[in-house]
């Protein structure tokens, strides 16, 4: 709760200092003493309650612990560095980046190289508010922060990868000997947003205390996090759902809400959203995107912006920073193999005009939009004959064979110089120690200069400044290129208030989630019926009539067997329809197959190829697999694409033949068959869709909003909702449209190259492809075509 000085509690351990008052050019300054001394307190142990001072309508308020107050011709300002004077970066007056170029001046080196790293992790150490609170009702900080006992060095903090095991990440020592001021919340719902709200401001209350007392600026503490699902559809379906209507303002006002709820409890920069495009079927990430269409991506990402940001007129003090996410577009990946591992480590572009037609205009829209940050991505542009020179508003992008990060031409001449891009570049995870694709020859000290002197702004993952110390100390890093990535960072603090008042009233965050999910939920369900795609939908069988006795058999099939919960929630919702449900599939009037197929690559190594059909036991070419060589290649394993000459069995659906069967015993007895199949990739559909009667499409599969998403289904099978949701990727019509073939290039390379081109969104493949690939396609085109004649392109969804 807020609290001026005046106000303060009986027992609040204070300073005793009157206010002292110095003559300056601006008149007199008058110094109001930090109400806790720096020398006495330890932010560890003691929760140190902020203490606030309230300027004028429209400015900042000025919440401080352990530094001074200034005030000026009647109006507060923090003494950041506790000098008792009013520095340029203390003057909220001033240009944002004039005053992060002034507070640079002001930063040692160790400063400086910490304030460019993020930590891995950011995790509070419980979970409830009622577990933070002595016995007597006080916040002990220890049970907030993670506190390394005297003696012991934190795990978190060394020259090699961040211990991933420890959870921990932004520990005492981290910020107190790393200076690190920055880190990934990985919580999502899981915690008290009061105790988030705590962990901000316990944080912050201790690295305000560090820097008190060495003299030099206070830095708060940023809480990261990626997207957090509080309902919503995915990003897929939330493409979908827009798709139907072209409006875009739910989309917005979805993210003003999410907004609201981060602002609340602390969290004020975002790892995403993804605007990669699909481009390649196979990329097991093509589900964290909003689709195939640049134009839609466009549209989403605007509007995106627009509600995270509080506008686009850039970032304020209303923003929640979002980083576009990942730059120049991961998704033309080299058939399909993810970047986190060497596997997936290029991109490829065979079609001429590629980038620009397709990759870049999310990413032009969200330049445009006034995107705070762009996140790079980990792969790199091939420099065989497998590309084609790309070109952007006339500029001839050099391939360079570096990961995007690294890469000057990327990151600088590309999104800065030809783009447009103003914001900070925040690099991937693990970039300095596994995706360290063109620079594997590289010191870990050569990493971080080139890092840094390509353009990036900030490093996630690995703690260690000592390598920024010692590039600079060894001429390898220019000092003005670190003074550059700070005053970016530092920019968008400014611009959010955060050096001003960085603390938060902890009772409210509980109360602002509680309000705030409730007009999500809303909000929510709304979008998934709009995502909610009728592909198919032969003699009218849908909507089903909801007469008292009609007999359903429901049936679960994903890559491992049946889903008994996913069973148990469609009983309750299609037996609240007045449908009576039977166990055997002989006894029904209709059968209902809900199909979760589950994707045979991954983010990370892949035993095989991914595969879109929809089999069970299906055998593909094996692909070398290695040992993991550290915590990131531990979580997502190692391997390259190199083929083993063994076979190994894929399922995408377990029992999809007796799928099949049930199906065709359905028919025989006079029933119809419905099937919903949740689209995580663009499956091929020849072992499904003839089957079926109706067939509808559910892009969701986040757990907080599975319920909306079975309830949306039901909703439109059965009439209450008539669907309007488009696809919003192409689904693939069969596997010689994708299949890879061996080949020596004209350069002598050997590699796979695609049926279809990897850099092409599918809508748009077809004039790209040979006539024999196509004449192999039983559509004739690089898309499904169902047994009514529809094309299930991007854009195509049936109403009633």
């Known amino acids: 709760m807020k609290r001026i000085l005046s106000s303060i509690m009986a027992g609040m351990m204070l300073l005793s200092v009157m206010p002292a008052s110095l003559a300056t050019a601006e008149g007199e300054v008058e110094y109001i003493a930090a109400p806790y001394d720096a020398a006495e307190v330890d932010p560890a ?25 200034l005030k ?18 203390e003057d909220w007056r001033v240009d944002a980046e ?36 002595n016995e007597d009702g006080t916040i002990d900080p220890s049970k907030v922060m993670t506190v390394i006992p005297e003696g012991e060095s934190t795990p978190n903090l060394n020259a090699l990868q961040q211990n991933a095991s420890s959870f921990a990440g932004l520990d005492d020592q981290v910020l107190s000997i790393g200076k690190i001021r920055a880190g990934v919340y990985r919580g999502g719902l899981n915690y008290d947003a009061s105790v988030v709200a705590l962990f901000n401001n316990v944080t912050t209350a201790y690295a305000e205390w560090d820097s008190a007392k060495a003299g030099t600026p206070a830095i708060p503490v940023t809480l990261i996090s990626n997207p957090i699902s509080a309902g919503f559809p995915d990003s897929l379906g939330m493409a979908a759902a827009v798709m139907g209507d072209g409006n875009y303002d739910a989309i917005k006002a979805y993210a003003q809400v999410d907004r609201e709820m981060w602002r609340a409890q602390g969290i004020i920069f975002m790892y995403g959203p993804q605007i990669d495009l699909v481009t390649d079927p196979r990329w097991p990430r093509n589900s964290g ?55 997936g480590q290029y991109r490829l572009y065979p079609t001429e005009g590629s980038l620009e037609k397709y990759q870049l205009v999310g990413f032009q829209a969200a330049i445009d939009a006034g995107v705070g940050a762009i996140m790079p991505c980990y792969s790199r542009d091939t420099s065989d004959a497998r590309s084609v020179t790309q070109t952007y508003r006339g500029h001839e992008v050099d391939v360079a064979g570096l990961g995007s990060a690294y890469n000057e031409e990327i990151i600088t001449t590309l999104l800065r110089d030809v783009m447009g891009f103003t914001g900070f570049v925040n690099s991937d995870s693990g970039i ?10 590289m010191t870990s000290i050569e990493r971080f200069a080139l890092l840094i002197g390509a353009g990036t702004d900030a490093i996630g993952a690995e703690l260690a400044p000592e390598y920024i110390i010692s590039a600079v100390a060894m001429g390898i890093l220019d000092k003005a290129d670190l003074d550059r990535a700070n005053v970016n960072r530092a920019t968008a603090l400014f611009k959010q208030g955060r ?14 989630r509680a309000t705030n999910m409730e007009t999500a939920h809303e909000q929510a369900y709304a979008l998934h019926l709009k995502a909610t795609v009728l592909m198919k939908n032969h003699e009218n069988a849908l909507p089903l009539t909801k007469d008292n006795g009609t007999k359903l058999y429901i049936g679960s099939y994903t890559g491992t067997g049946e889903s008994e919960t996913t069973l148990a929630a469609l009983t309750e919702l299609f037996t609240a329809q007045g449908f009576e449900i039977v166990d055997n599939v002989n006894d029904c009037d209709v059968a209902y197959f809900y199909v979760e197929p589950k994707a045979t690559n991954k983010a990370g190594a ?53 799928l099949q069967k049930a199906a065709d015993k359905v028919h025989a007895n006079g029933g119809k068959v419905i099937a919903t199949i949740v689209c995580t990739s663009p499956w091929i559909l020849d072992n499904l869709e003839p089957y079926c009667d109706a067939l509808l499409a559910q892009y969701t599969t986040s757990a907080a909003s599975l319920s909306n998403a079975y309830s949306a289904q039901v909703d439109v099978i059965v009439g209450n909702y008539n669907p309007t949701g488009k696809l919003s990727v192409t689904m693939v019509a069969c596997e010689e449209v994708i299949a890879l073939t061996e080949t020596t290039l004209e350069d002598g390379t050997v590699a796979e190259i695609c049926a279809s081109p990897n850099d092409v969104p599918g809508y748009d493949k077809d004039q790209y492809m040979s006539a024999e690939v196509l004449a192999q396609s039983p559509s004739g085109s690089y898309a499904y075509k169902d047994a009514d004649g529809n094309l299930y392109v991007s854009g195509f969804g049936l109403s009633y």
């Open 432 to 441: 300095t120690t596994t995706q360290t694709y063109g620079v594997e020859d």
């Open 606 to 658: 892949s035993e095989t190829e991914g595969v879109l059909s929809l089999v069970d036991g299906y055998e593909v070419a094996q692909r070398q697999l290695t040992e993991a060589t550290d915590s990131i290649t531990a979580a997502f394993g190692a391997g390259g694409q190199t083929k083993t000459g063994e076979m190994v069995e894929v399922t995408t659906v377990e029992g999809i033949k007796k």
């Open 45 to 69: 142990y003691t929760y140190l309650e902020p203490v606030y001072y309230e300027n004028g309508e429209g400015e900042p308020t000025i919440g401080v612990t352990t530094v001074g107050v």
């Open 499 to 512: 050096f001003e008042n960085p603390y938060l009233d902890y009772e409210k965050a509980d109360e602002v």
């Open 289 to 343: 995107t909003y689709g195939e269409r640049p134009d839609v991506t466009a549209g989403i990402i605007t509007a995106l912006v627009d509600g995270y940001q509080d506008g686009t007129d850039g970032v304020n003090e209303n923003s929640v920073v979002l980083s576009a996410k990942h730059f120049p577009g991961d998704g033309a990946s080299e058939n399909g193999f993810e970047s986190h591992v060497s596997q």
């Open 98 to 133: 004039e005053r992060a170029k002034d507070m640079v001046t002001k930063m040692t080196l160790t400063e400086q190289a910490g304030f460019v790293l993020n930590a891995l992790y950011a995790m509070p150490v419980s979970k409830t508010l009622a577990e933070v609170k």
């Open 72 to 89: 000026v011709d009647g109006k507060y300002f923090k003494d950041l560095d506790n000098d008792h004077e009013l520095d340029v970066f």
